[in-house]
């Protein structure tokens, strides 16, 4: 089981990127085939299995998209 899961609010993302800037196993991409609603490209994992839980992605998020779930 990985030690995160990342789930994200995809309609209140802003496509700014940090998310992927700071993920320190680089697993999170922009998917540039798919806008949410307000015409931003959304944020998918690449890899899920290598989510080690840190939560950076979600402090960096300024419109708190990223919800991190930590394995125990
Ligand atoms: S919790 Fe950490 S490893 Fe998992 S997606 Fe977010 S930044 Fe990447
Ligand atoms: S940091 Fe938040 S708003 Fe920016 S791309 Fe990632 S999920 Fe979207």
């Known amino acids: ?10 309609e209140v ?3 700014c990127g940090l998310c992927v800037e700071y ?3 680089h697993i ?3 998917d540039m085939k798919t806008l949410n609603k307000a015409g931003y490209n ?5 890899e899920p ?11 960096m998020c300024p419109d708190s998209v ?3 779930e930590v394995n125990k």
Not at 42 to 46: A, L
Request: one cysteine or more.
């Open 1 to 10: 089981m990985p030690k995160g899961k990342v789930t994200f609010n995809e």
């Open 13 to 15: 993302c802003k496509g």
């Open 23 to 25: 993920c320190p196993t």
């Open 28 to 30: 999170l991409y922009m």
């Open 42 to 46: 959304i944020i998918r994992v690449s």
């Open 49 to 59: 299995e290598k989510c080690i839980g840190c939560a950076f992605c979600a402090i």
């Open 66 to 68: 990223i919800k991190v």
